[in-house]
């Protein structure tokens, strides 16, 4: 596989006159989706210290179900996202998860026994898993290529936003403790346990509200309407965004892709060898970016500080500043991407959580307490957080094909999912019996087998219209 693609000549050469403010516009309102999965997917780590007293949740089995099931949801989602909205459409899947969100969030708050909760997690999950896939594949394909790993980054920048929300939310609805009383020492009685982690869900639906709304102003992809052969109607949202010459351009281009592919999805075109080349690297990568560790902090954060030495006003405190790093360091990413490239950005990644999960697992081996660990756990979110966490999205958004774009997207994601449900109900086990320094060191090890596979296999696809990635990559 090559490292770098060749540029198009034609494109570069012309000045389109691009309607930035309708660009951005539609991509924010497809991006909300990516507030809504960080959001839902975080709010359960500031809630975990209160639902499992208020359920009596003593197992590691439990505990990993609790926080685990909405994974089974978003591997649902995610498995069925991609054919059906090569089918249907990316709007109609998307308007789906929107509705999902507001009434999961409501139902979780609500939920008086255990089943009901893990039901509403379930559906809340599958929302999770259609907004993941098809909201970063939607901007990337009404995206112009100079801009679009900046636009499909707005998507991480938004679950970054989602994240610290409902870290700053959870931190407002719960009521201060004494100081120095621990997790095992909150009453029973208490405002938290019997009534703060459900405000913490049922908030929620406000924020999945205005996704669902929105996402009504939002046109439908340009390249799913071209593939479906309605490409007046592809004219029509192409020349929004960047005039009637940018739109007979680029449906000429699209529709070159999609000689004798009009309105037909082949499942059966996944197996081709040089398409399974390119869907092993979208996989990888998928499985990564959750096996790289970071998502064990944002779900597990209460007692990685815990074992830091915090009691519960300071663990939450710490969540809260772990989610405002996330945001602030995916703007790194925003304004990077597209001038620096996929490559740099993501090998940068790797290799940096290796060196610090490596400083990390030595801080809680040698049993530090205080800001050091802390300050390594943030560090961590950082190097994450402009790198593998917008990166791998934009990536994955844009190696697949126009035809089938949808059920290749979808079957990364469905790794992406698997490979988080995986980290999940294995880190509480992985935490008993090889203790905090040892898992961050496993999770080095991983990052630098990932910072070998993308070395190795990724090519760099900045400023390249999916067209063009397209026929470098797979045909």
């Not at 340009?222 to 490409?231: H, T, V």
Request: positive net charge.
């Amino acid at each position: 596989m090559t490292a770098t693609l060749t540029r198009n000549p034609a494109l570069e050469n012309r000045d389109w006159p691009f309607n930035r403010t309708y660009i951005f516009s539609i991509s924010l309102i497809a991006a909300l989706g990516g507030l809504m999965f960080g959001y839902d997917w975080v709010v359960i780590g500031g809630a975990e210290l209160f639902y499992e007293k208020y359920f009596n949740l003593t197992s590691a089995l439990q505990v990993g179900w609790a926080m685990s099931s909405a994974l089974v949801g978003a591997l649902a989602g995610a498995f069925f996202a991609g054919a059906l909205s090569d089918k249907f459409g990316r709007k109609p899947l998307l308007l789906f998860s929107g509705f999902l969100f507001v009434g999961t969030s409501i139902g979780t708050g609500l939920a008086p026994t255990f089943p009901l909760f893990v039901a509403n997690r379930l559906l809340g999950g599958l929302a999770i898993g259609i907004a993941s896939n098809l909201s970063p594949l939607y901007i990337a394909e009404i995206a112009p290529a100079p801009m679009r790993g900046r636009l499909v980054s707005v998507n991480q920048l938004t679950i970054a936003i989602g994240v610290v929300a409902a870290q700053f939310v959870n931190w407002l609805i719960a009521r201060p403790t004494p100081p120095g009383t621990t997790v095992d020492q909150i009453p029973f009685d208490s405002w938290n346990v019997q009534t703060a982690w459900r405000w913490m869900f049922g908030v929620t639906a406000a924020p999945a509200a205005v996704f669902f709304i929105s996402m009504f102003y939002a046109p439908e992809s340009p390249r799913w309407l071209a593939k479906k052969g309605r490409s007046d109607r592809a004219r029509a949202v192409l020349g929004k965004i960047g005039g009637a010459d940018y739109a007979e351009f680029s449906v000429k281009d699209i529709e070159a892709t999609l000689v004798n592919e009009i309105d037909k999805v082949d499942l059966r075109e996944l197996l081709d060898p040089k398409m399974l080349k390119i869907l092993l690297v979208g996989v990888v990568l998928a499985v990564f970016q959750q096996w790289c560790g970071i998502n064990v902090i944002f779900q597990y954060g209460s007692r990685i500080f815990a074992d830091a030495g915090y009691a519960v006003s300071g663990i939450l405190f710490n969540i809260v500043i772990t989610g405002i790093v996330a945001v602030l360091m995916t703007f790194v990413a925003i304004g990077t991407v597209d001038r620096w490239g996929r490559r740099i950005l993501m090998l940068s990644g790797a290799i940096g959580l290796t060196v610090i999960y490596l400083f990390t697992g030595l801080a809680y081996y040698h049993g530090l307490k205080g800001p050091v660990p802390v300050a390594l756990v943030v560090a961590a979110i950082a190097c994450y957080c402009y790198s593998l966490a917008p990166i791998t999205w934009v990536i994955l958004s844009e190696i697949f094909p126009n035809r089938i774009r949808g059920a290749a997207m979808s079957v990364s994601v469905v790794a992406l999912w698997l490979g988080n449900f995986l980290l999940s109900q294995t880190f509480p086990k992985m935490y008993q019996s090889l203790g905090l320094a040892k898992c961050f060191w496993v999770y080095a090890g991983i990052c630098f087998l990932g910072f070998l596979f993308i070395w190795l296999r990724l090519p760099e696809t900045k400023g390249q219209t999916l067209e063009e990635i397209q026929r470098a990559l797979v045909d």
